[in-house]
Each structure stands twice: as structure tokens, then as C-alpha cells.
């Protein structure tokens, strides 16, 4: 079967059985081997995830029929955003093969549960997590993905800091501008003005003068 | 892996497309959310050899819409879709708490209401449908069927026609004095779910609906709401209610899930 779709923002056009999971296209036919395929025929482990259309889904349960038009995001295209660094220094310190093996999928559902309207009211990291894990690890993690899912006065500081940057910058630049305008004054205007009025005033300086002129010389 | 065996598979975009292939004389099996039917087919069991996917009926059958006092789903809306939706959390709280008890917040993103309905699976959400005394509407090119809930899945069989769709559900919104309940308990070995209406007025109880679902049975407490129904509550009543429950259901002991019930709803 032909498919066409889109994964981490590239286009893909694949021939490939209908029933093949998604998870299987990513691994065997694009190549993408950091989503998990460790989910079993009766249970997904959870390591699968991936967005489909901005919906968290296991790829182990999306047949490839359904991928035509998708828009498919890997951990591929997610895994170093600056925003799941807890997670990501949470999963290397933990020594639990369950919780590593499906550490693509935390970090996916990391991702997603960050996203507007992607929460419940009243849903938390476990819930984000999904497989409860009873390692001794599995504490540090749902800490990482509750640093994940709560904004953190760190982060408000460096926007402030960053605000405060971008107006200094711009403060600096100011004189500059100013400068810029006084040598040329035309292009100023225009900036301020929309089109068709800035043409109409021109039309309006420009006429007004030769009548004056010609009145004068008529005068005369 | 079964990918190997001779295979259809179609994917229409339209209902009209959908129900014209279902009724050309060959056995199809409707493909909706993937999450019974994917492992099956790649754990190599039968599948049958002619799968329909319903994924192209999204823009048709996918909403939660309200009517006056009732509360329509459309068939291809997912578990989390009725999680998330206002509606459902406002006026049917019972079925956005089943909801977020179906698997992982990626399986519900998957699995689907007209899904779980067509093949009597992911049982938590059964005994809601079941106290909300709800309508499954079912299309086929001949028409049109609005099956109520306790007809159309009647002792564990689906009442489906080959040639049919599941499109939507429709259950009544119970009126702000009818207390909702949802919870999961476990029922020795197994682990229930348990949807239950209340009324009370001045220590009676008014109206009372309880049904308990399991991943292979669902049961209407039909026999334990006629003994609660217009007596004073008190504990010799729920002694007398608990043992009449776990007769009923045919489990070891039904104390749990009665008196979480009535906690719980009337708390």
C-alpha cells in the first residue's frame, strides 16, 4: 500500500504492508530506531510512543493504513529540548531496565503532556508516566516529570533575565534607529503611514507647489 | 507476523463508502482504533481476510455533542476525547472518570467508544452505559437502528449485523438531585468497575441504578435496586443489600463494592 505522510516535519511516501505497525515503519523503513519496539503482541510496553496528529499513541497499536496525511513526531525530533532535561538526567542516573527501556516513550509522554488541552484536571507525572515501576529510580523520575510539567521559578527567572536583555538591546539600538531616521526621512514616513496614504500625501505635496507657481505666473 | 497473508484491507472516507462495502456480501471486519485488533493481527491470530478502516470517518462520527438532556457520542470519539470534553465533565462526571480508567492516556487516545461497544471490550465503561440506560445507533445501507444499551449487548453477545456499523451513543444526562458513581474495586481475584445512580429524599432513597462490569461479564443489579428502592437507608438494609449483590454477581463478596458505592455517591 502507498502512504504518504509526514514524519518530524519531512515528507515520507512509503509502499508497505496496511497491517504493518507504525512503530515497524519507523524502525524498518525510516530508520528511526530510537522509538521502542519492545511492546509485545498482548501488552505495549509503553516505549512506543509517539504524537500522531498531536495525539500521544502507542505506534505499536497504528496500523500504516491509517498514516496516510498523519503528521507523525518521533523522539527523534523531541529529545533534546532544553524542557525535558530532568527526565533525560533522570533516565541515564537510573539503573532499571524497565524504566531505560521505555525511556522514549517518557520522554515523548514528557512532551506531550506539556502541550495545552493535552492534560486531564487533576492528572499528574504518574499519570504521565502511565507504568507505575517499582525500582528504586522510579521515585527520581516522577520528581523529573513533575519538574517537566510545573513551570519552575528557574525558568521565570530567565525569561525575566532574557526580557530584560532583549530591552537593553533594544534601548542600545534606539539612538541608532533615530539616527537612521534623521538621515533619511522618506523611508521613516513610510514605515508609519500605510501605502496608500503616504502615495496620496505625496501626490498632495507634490501638485499643490506647481499650482502655487503656476497661479503666480498667471498673476503675472 | 501475519503480514504475509493474502489481505484486504480498505480504507473509505466517507460513512456512505463504509456502509456500501459492509453491505457487499463479504465478511469485513471494522478497523476503528487498532487497539484489539493490531496485536491480534500481528500476533497472527484471526483477523479475518477483509479489514475496513474506519480511521477516514473521523470528521463524521468523531464528537461529543449535547442534546437538551442527553449526551451524543459519536462512534470514532476516543476514550480521551471524553475525558477531556467539558460537557462530559460537567454533567456526566461518571463517564469521564471510566474513561480515564481505560489503560494509559495513550491507549485512550486510541481506543474508541463505537470500538469498545462493537466488541464488548475495555468492560469499565460498560456499567456506565448500563445505569445511563443508553442508545447505540447503528447504520447499514438499509437504514437506521436505535438499539437500547441492555438489548444490544444482552448476555456478552453483541447485537451487531455484519452488514451495520456502530455510529453513536446516546445516554440520558440524570438530573442534578441523582448522585453519580464511578469507581474500580477489587472483587477478590478480579477487578470490577462500577457505574451507580442515587436519589435520596429525607433518608430514603428515591431511585437507585447499580451495574458492575468485569473484562468478561457485565451485570445490571437489577434484584439489589428493587430491595433499596423506597426504603430508609440503614445498615440492616445495606446487610440485606450487600448479600442480595453478591448473589446477584456470583462473587465472594460484594461489601466492598456496595458500600464504596454508597459512600462515595453520597459523601
Known sequence: ?220 | MSGSAPLAVVAPQLLEDALATLADGQRWTPLAGGTELVPRHHAGRATGDRILSLHGLRPELRFVALFGERMKLGALATFRDVARATAVRERLPMLARAALHVGSPAFQHRATIGGALAIAANGVTLPVWSVLEATVELRSTAGFRRVPFARFLANGVVDRRPEELVTAIQAMIPPPRMRQYFGTVETGTKRASAAGLIEMERGVIKDVRFAVGTAASLVRATRTEELLRGRKLEPALVAEATATLTDELGIDDGTSLLTEFLSQALS
Open chain 1, 1 to 220: 500500500m502507498k502512504l504518504s505522510f509526514e514524519v518530524n516535519g519531512r515528507a515520507a511516501s512509503l509502499d508497505v504492508p496496511p497491517m504493518k505497525r507504525l512503530v515497524d515503519v519507523l524502525r524498518d523503513d525510516l530508520r528511526l530506531t530510537e522509538t521502542n519496539g519492545s511492546c509485545t503482541d498482548d501488552t505495549c510496553s509503553g516505549a512506543c510512543l509517539v504524537l500522531m496528529d498531536d495525539d500521544l499513541v502507542p505506534s505499536c497499536l497504528v496500523p500504516a493504513v491509517q498514516l496516510e496525511n498523519a503528521s507523525i513526531v518521533t523522539v527523534e525530533a523531541l529529545a533534546k529540548q532544553d524542557a525535558l532535561a530532568p527526565l533525560r538526567k533522570a533516565l541515564a542516573a537510573s539503573s532499571c531496565p524497565a524504566c531505560t527501556s521505555r525511556a522514549s516513550g517518557i520522554l515523548v509522554a514528557g512532551h506531550a503532556f506539556t502541550q495545552p488541552d493535552m492534560r486531564v484536571p487533576g492528572e499528574d507525572a504518574r499519570t504521565a508516566l502511565a507504568i507505575p515501576c517499582d525500582c528504586a529510580g522510579y521515585d527520581a523520575l516522577v520528581a523529573a516529570m513533575t519538574e517537566v510539567l510545573t513551570p519552575r521559578p528557574a525558568k521565570k527567572k530567565a525569561k525575566r533575565a532574557a526580557t530584560r536583555k532583549t530591552a537593553k538591546r533594544a534601548a542600545a539600538r534606539a539612538p541608532r534607529r533615530v539616527a537612521r531616521k534623521a538621515s533619511k526621512k522618506k523611508p521613516a514616513k513610510k514605515k508609519v503611514a500605510p501605502r496608500k496614504t503616504a502615495a496620496k500625501k505625496k501626490v498632495a505635496r507634490k501638485t499643490t507647489p506647481k499650482k502655487k507657481v503656476a497661479k503666480k505666473g498667471a498673476r503675472r
